[in-house]
């Protein structure tokens, strides 16, 4: 294991205290139990909340601030936080306007988040939850803890972000977050596995000539794997997926996210948005707002995932509204 | 056979111990078909509750049993700390305030802590978890104590039960939980919750002999 690091368990504190300090304008930190929260908090809005694994950032401390989340809760590497943490976290942000609770489909974090709603709910905070559940890989909800939650989070915590800045009420919010998710799906690949810290050891193997096709962000293995084949070929296996499952139509606008798994250079990820741009173009799906970049990571992993966002008017006027967080910032 | 705090504390011990011990073996079974950190994860929470545990105030069995529940949801993280964590507490809160428990009370108690976790993992029975290794065991305990009027027999039968639960789960098709994810490629694997559930089950029976020895 090469690692820019201290010692593996102290891995998350460490980049938290520097997260605090690189952008003390925009959030603090708090420790024990662990939350990044928002300047200022609480506001008079919702709160919005969101947490989940470290090891995908900037997911999702590098989205606390102005018109996206209100905190974040970071557990450890790839292991959903505790209750604690988001109990102290929809606490800190609760303008007494209610608390929206974003979560991914893990069964972890579910579990998590569900006792920390308990808990805050008896002390009379008035929390609702969405469950992020976007990827098209898992074939079989039936048969598996259902879709994970991945890219299309990055999405919702702008867009609900942007409805609470604008005096949204909790049940408003929590309508736009179900849109959100509804109309969006996602399916990723690895080149490379990753290493997490305390493990020492990458979570699977891959030959130099193989590629994990329906990766999730957790350094897992994924539904199958493949040999390695031009980038044209992969975004046709990414694509094809995600359009046949909601389905896109043609005429549908979309929002195009092709994100990096972490250890991807943006040249490859352009190149891959090149050829999502063009399998969009023939089937008359216009792309009408775009993302490129590492925003939900799964550590040093080579590879790429993609989201598509079926929009409306609503939903681009909200993406659209001004953000100031450390990893996305426009409008202002 | 009467169960006392003192036993709980030598008990909780053992299990942290044990952990520590597995901590490789279990992260490796998750890293098969999970995300590699079920005995990172749990060392954390049981070595934290080692920590805590000599300035505990409540020290009666459920006090202790309580202040592990809390101290595992609050550290461990992920499905395994929500699922353990529920299990003591159940048992804890079956337990109320007797200063000392016998066979019955002591079934009642890991029964209750079945139930916890499955109404919290949503979880039944073949669905490469935990439970797997748990359910059988609590049968078998169940079963042999009404036969036999022996805990120590019964809970030697129950770590037979549990290991062949454990061993069990390797065939599986996972359906919960983040094994699920690789469907047939879960195959093959033990699943590390039943793992981490026999070794418990093992550090229990452990116990329970000393406590007969004296």
């Known amino acids: 294991m090469k690692k820019l690091i201290n010692a593996p368990e102290n891995v998350v504190k460490e980049a938290l205290a520097g997260m605090a300090i690189a952008h003390a304008d925009l959030i603090d930190v708090h420790f024990d139990p662990d939350y990044i929260v928002r300047k200022g908090a609480p506001h008079n809005k919702v709160g919005v909340i969101s947490g989940g694994g470290s090891g995908h950032e900037p997911m999702h401390g590098g989205f606390v601030g102005y018109g996206m989340l209100d905190a974040a809760c970071p557990g450890a590497v790839f292991t959903s936080p505790v209750p604690d943490q988001m109990l102290a976290a929809t606490k800190a942000v609760n303008g007494g306007k209610g608390v929206l609770h974003i979560v991914k489909n893990y069964t972890g974090d579910v579990m998590n988040f569900e006792m920390a709603a308990e808990l805050a709910a008896a002390e009379g905070i008035e929390v609702a939850s969405v469950v992020t559940n976007d990827d098209v890989a898992v074939e079989n909800s039936?048969?598996?803890?259902?879709?994970?939650?991945?890219?299309?989070?990055?999405?919702l915590e702008k867009i609900v972000g942007a409805a609470a800045e604008a005096g949204a009420d909790l049940a408003a919010c929590k309508a736009i977050a179900e849109r959100v998710n509804a109309n969006g799906r996602s399916m990723g690949m690895a080149l490379t596995p990753c290493t997490v810290p305390q493990a020492g050891k990458p979570g699977f193997e891959l030959a130099e000539d193989e590629m994990e096709v329906g990766i999730g962000i957790h350094g897992e293995p994924g539904r199958r794997r493949e040999k390695l084949a031009p980038a044209r070929d992969i975004a046709e296996m990414?694509?094809?997926?995600?359009?046949?499952?909601?389905?896109?139509?043609?005429?549908?606008?979309?929002?195009?996210?092709?994100?990096?798994?972490?250890?991807?250079?943006?040249?490859?990820?352009?190149?891959?948005?090149?050829?999502?741009?063009?399998?969009?173009?023939?089937?008359?799906?216009?792309?009408?707002?775009?993302?490129?970049?590492?925003?939900?990571t799964s550590l040093e992993m080579a590879g790429v995932s993609f989201t598509l966002l079926r929009l409306d008017d609503e939903m681009i006027k909200l993406w659209d509204a001004p953000v100031h967080t450390p990893a996305l910032r426009w409008g202002m | 056979m009467q169960i006392t705090a003192d036993h709980v504390t030598?008990?909780?011990?053992?299990?942290?111990?044990?952990?520590?011990?597995?901590?490789?073996?279990?992260?490796?079974?998750?890293?098969?078909?999970?995300?590699?950190?079920?005995?990172?994860?749990?060392?954390?929470?049981?070595?934290t509750v080692m920590s805590k545990l000599p300035t505990a105030t409540d020290r009666s069995i459920s006090g202790l049993l309580k202040l592990t529940g809390m101290t595992l949801i609050s550290t461990v993280g992920g499905a395994s700390g929500p699922l353990y964590g529920t299990a003591f507490l159940r048992a804890g809160t079956a337990i109320g305030d007797r200063a000392t428990i016998g066979a019955e009370e002591l079934i009642a108690a890991l029964s209750a802590a079945l139930e916890g976790i499955q109404t919290r993992g949503k979880a039944t029975r073949g669905e490469k978890t935990m439970i797997d290794a748990i359910a059988?065991?609590?049968?078998?305990?169940?079963?042999?104590?009404?036969?036999?009027?022996?805990?120590?027999?019964?809970?030697?039968?129950?770590?037979?039960?549990?290991?062949q639960g454990?061993?069990?789960?390797?065939?599986?098709?996972?359906?919960?939980?983040?094994?699920?994810?690789?469907?047939?490629?879960?195959?093959?694997?033990?699943?590390?919750?039943a793992a981490s559930a026999f070794l418990m089950a093992q550090a229990m029976l452990e116990t329970l002999e000393r406590v007969a020895q004296g």
């Open chain 1, 142 to 155: 039936t048969w598996t803890a259902g879709r994970r939650g991945v890219g299309v989070t990055v999405l």
């Open chain 1, 238 to 296: 990414l694509a094809g997926p995600i359009l046949d499952d909601l389905p896109f139509k043609s005429g549908d606008a979309v929002l195009a996210f092709v994100n990096g798994m972490g250890g991807t250079p943006l040249i490859e990820l352009y190149l891959m948005y090149n050829e999502l741009a063009r399998i969009l173009k023939d089937r008359n799906i216009t792309i009408a707002r775009s993302l490129v970049g590492n925003y939900i």
């Open chain 2, 10 to 47: 030598s008990f909780l011990q053992l299990v942290a111990e044990r952990v520590k011990e597995q901590r490789e073996y279990l992260t490796r079974l998750d890293a098969a078909i999970g995300d590699a950190d079920h005995g990172v994860n749990l060392d954390r929470g049981f070595s």
């Open chain 2, 136 to 163: 059988p065991a609590i049968d078998a305990l169940k079963e042999q104590y009404a036969a036999s009027g022996d805990l120590l027999a019964a809970m030697r039968a129950a770590v037979a039960a549990c290991e």
């Open chain 2, 166 to 193: 454990m061993i069990a789960t390797e065939p599986m098709l996972a359906t919960k939980g983040r094994a699920s994810y690789l469907g047939e490629r879960s195959i093959g694997h033990r699943d590390p919750g």
